[in-house]
């Protein structure tokens, strides 16, 4: 019996695992670190599984569809239609310049010729790098906040900074016309959960950055209600494609880009293989979501098209 029971073991426990982590989340410590943890972690049993359900003819059916399970949990098998759009916005937690130089990230983004760019970890060493990439960037508007930068081609309305509690952050609010109305877009780089922490058996400190998160997600939803038409959120939100965090932030900005046009599993922090930086929209159509490969930071960037 077991040759069949280790393919329905697997079964349910991937099954367990996507759904306490998507469902239950961030309310507990044990179901935070299942909702955060890398999704590909899920994967690793299949092979063994697979070919052992298959030497025994026995279940390969049942193993098959937990690691379907688990690759589609993981965006492996995730595939939407792509099309041009009228609107490109970038974002790319660029940290801190520490991996590239104003010209070489300036290439970067003129190559991706986007209308609206999105940067976060914008506090450059040396000092004189935001002059340097503001000069390599003609054409567009540059506007800051702390550790947040947003440049844009289009008309500026206005632009506000909203603190966020726990760290020394900001968002920055721009609202920006494009096609005759106004677009209202946010920059974000909420606070990191350290699930690395856990490790160490610091759980306080653990809750205590769950908790900061949260309340970070509070002003952005507060944001999200006081903005009318349309308006975007984008950044580093250090939070995975899934959990309650997740979908309170498209909740109030609307469905994640990448879900509605993008392909495979779009890993914006390669290192850990998760994706964490985000771009959720409402009132406009993401058309196109890609991850691009460029390396100039440990972070890839983001770009979406719209209309």
């Given at each position: 019996?077991?040759?069949?029971?280790?393919?329905?073991?697997?079964?349910?426990?991937?099954?367990?695992?996507?759904?306490?982590?998507?469902?239950?989340?961030?309310?507990?410590?044990?179901?935070?670190?299942?909702?955060?943890?890398?999704?590909?972690?899920?994967?690793?049993?299949?092979?063994?599984?697979?070919?052992?359900?298959?030497?025994?003819?026995?279940?390969?059916?049942?193993?098959?569809?937990?690691?379907?399970?688990?690759?589609?949990?993981?965006?492996?098998?995730?595939?939407?239609?792509?099309?041009?759009?009228?609107?490109?916005?970038?974002?790319?937690?660029?940290?801190?310049?520490?991996?590239?130089?104003?010209?070489?990230?300036a290439a970067v983004l003129k190559k991706a010729n986007a209308d609206v760019i999105l940067l976060q970890e914008?506090?450059?060493?040396?000092?004189?790098?935001?002059?340097?990439?503001?000069?390599?960037?003609?054409?567009?508007?540059?506007?800051?906040?702390?550790?947040?930068?947003?440049?844009?081609?289009?008309?500026?309305?206005?632009?506000?900074?909203?603190?966020?509690?726990?760290?020394?952050?900001?968002?920055?609010?721009?609202?920006?016309?494009?096609?005759?109305?106004?677009?209202?877009?946010?920059?974000?780089?909420?606070?990191?959960?350290?699930?690395?922490?856990?490790?160490?058996?610091?759980?306080?400190?653990?809750?205590?950055?769950?908790?900061?998160?949260?309340?970070?997600?509070?002003?952005?939803?507060?944001?999200?209600?006081?903005?009318?038409?349309?308006?975007?959120?984008?950044?580093?939100?250090?939070?995975?494609?899934?959990?309650?965090?997740?979908?309170?932030?498209?909740?109030?900005?609307?469905?994640?880009?990448?879900?509605?046009a993008g392909r495979g599993p779009g890993w914006t922090f390669p290192g850990l293989r998760v994706r964490?930086?985000?771009?959720?929209?409402?009132?406009?159509?993401?058309?196109?979501?890609?991850?691009?490969?460029?390396?100039?930071?440990?972070?890839?960037?983001?770009?979406?098209?719209?209309?």
């Open positions: 019996m077991f040759r069949s029971r280790l393919a329905w073991l697997y079964l349910l426990f991937v099954t367990l695992v996507w759904g306490l982590g998507e469902f239950v989340g961030e309310r507990t410590l044990p179901t935070l670190l299942l909702a955060y943890a890398p999704a590909v972690l899920w994967l690793l049993p299949a092979p063994f599984v697979l070919l052992w359900t298959a030497f025994r003819r026995r279940g390969l059916a049942v193993a098959l569809a937990g690691t379907l399970l688990a690759a589609w949990g993981a965006g492996l098998l995730h595939w939407r239609p792509q099309h041009n759009g009228k609107l490109r916005v970038l974002d790319y937690n660029v940290n801190s310049g520490y991996k590239s130089t104003p010209e070489r990230l914008s506090n450059f060493q040396p000092r004189g790098y935001p002059a340097a990439l503001a000069d390599a960037l003609p054409g567009y508007s540059v506007h800051s906040a702390a550790e947040v930068m947003t440049l844009t081609r289009l008309p500026v309305l206005a632009t506000q900074t909203v603190n966020l509690p726990g760290n020394q952050r900001e968002v920055l609010v721009t609202r920006l016309q494009w096609r005759g109305q106004g677009l209202t877009v946010v920059n974000a780089h909420l606070g990191t959960v350290q699930v690395m922490d856990a490790l160490a058996r610091d759980f306080a400190y653990l809750q205590r950055t769950r908790d900061r998160r949260t309340q970070q997600v509070q002003v952005l939803q507060k944001l999200a209600a006081q903005t009318s038409g349309p308006a975007l959120l984008g950044g580093d939100l250090n939070t995975p494609p899934r959990g309650l965090i997740y979908r309170d932030l498209q909740t109030a900005f609307g469905t994640d880009a990448f879900a509605q964490i930086d985000h771009q959720m929209a409402r009132d406009l159509i993401p058309t196109r979501a890609r991850v691009l490969g460029e390396e100039e930071s440990d972070h890839r960037p983001l770009v979406v098209d719209y209309r």
